[in-house]
């Protein structure tokens, strides 16, 4: 916190990022050079280090969103908007990351880029498109205070829905995608789980990392708004009040 | 589907982590320019703090 008790986001920012580089680092090491062959599917199978982690986090960030949301809607602090908007954000970036990945990997391993009758693949782009839909609605609302708040019940709506989805898939019939994880501890191998582990922590670290940086960012942004009106007011009396010049998107 | 040859599968998980490194790249790059952004703002905010103090002091 800063001495007018504002909360600061960036405090920690240089550690974690060194967490996330390190763990990644070490993750990419196992993967290549500790963790066995898949069997069935040889080399290609590596692809899951780095899918499956960035699944698994992109749902939890969405359900995290959701817990922000509540906190919002019962404290309406703008702080806890914020963490819901960066969360959200993040895991819809991550989202396009497990998209591209899994269809590189479906093709590798079943010849198709993408397959329609699989109930995994279909659940988690019906959440990604949902999430999609946050930031219109967002942006169509022009009162900052009702943009937050119905950001916040659309968070906490569709944060519900993401276990709920997860649990129907789980109980369906997979066609094609493999259930690695299942309830009995999977059939992986140590070194798959020691490697798997590593990787979803790094995913985890760089998760947060980029979360606290962006919050960082827009906490920065909306500070120098608040200076930017602060100068505005604070004329000598009698002045004329030039408007203050706004810096271009671009340098000129 | 059998398993691909390790120079084909290569190809797939070559592309796969390049994406993953792209996404995080192209980020950093987007934030990067927001807070050149700011600190651009900031840098006219503080030429005209300290132009209104100068003004004040005389």
């Keep these: 916190m800063d001495p007018s008790g504002n909360t600061l986001f960036g405090s ?15 993750a990419l090491a196992l993967v290549f050079f500790y963790a066995p062959l898949d069997g069935d599917q040889g080399f290609i199978q590596k692809i899951f280090y780095v ?13 995290v969103a959701a817990v922000f949301a509540v906190a919002h809607l019962r404290t309406r602090l703008a702080k806890y908007d914020m963490l819901s908007y960066v969360t959200i954000h993040m895991s819809v970036i991550f989202g396009v990351g497990v998209l591209i990945t899994g269809s590189i990997w479906a ?7 993408w397959v329609w009758d699989e109930p995994t693949l279909v659940s988690f782009l019906i959440v990604f498109l949902l999430y999609a839909t946050y930031y219109p609605l967002r942006y169509s609302i022009e009162d900052p205070e009702r943009q937050a708040r119905y950001s916040s019940v659309f968070a906490i709506t569709a944060g519900a829905f993401v276990p709920v989805n997860f649990i129907v898939v789980r109980l369906s019939e997979s066609l094609v995608h493999p259930r690695v994880l299942n309830t009995t501890a999977g059939n992986m191998p140590g070194e798959m789980r020691l490697t798997f582990l590593v990787a979803l922590a790094g995913v985890a670290l760089l998760y ?16 120098l708004k608040t200076l930017r009106r602060m100068l505005e007011q604070d004329q000598p ?3 004329v009040r030039p408007p203050l010049a706004t810096v271009p998107a671009k340098p000129e | 589907m059998p398993a691909l040859p390790l120079d084909e599968a290569g190809k797939y998980v070559a592309g796969a982590y390049a994406v993953f490194v792209t996404l995080i790249l192209v980020y ?4 990067a320019a927001k807070l050149q952004r700011i600190e651009r703002e900031l840098q006219v905010l503080v030429t005209l703090a300290e132009k209104r103090r100068r003004e004040r002091n005389r």
Aim: glycine share 8%.
């Design chain 1, 208 to 223: 947060a990392t980029l979360v606290k940086l962006e919050l960082t960012a827009k906490h920065a942004r909306m500070q």
């Design chain 1, 237 to 239: 009396s009698g002045a």
């Design chain 1, 12 to 26: 920690g920012l240089k550690a974690l990022s060194l967490a996330s580089v390190l763990t990644l680092a070490a």
């Design chain 1, 51 to 63: 899918h499956v982690p960035m699944a698994i986090v992109a749902l939890s960030g969405f359900v």
């Design chain 2, 28 to 31: 950093v790059a987007i934030m």
């Design chain 1, 107 to 113: 093709k590798g391993s079943w010849g198709k880029w």
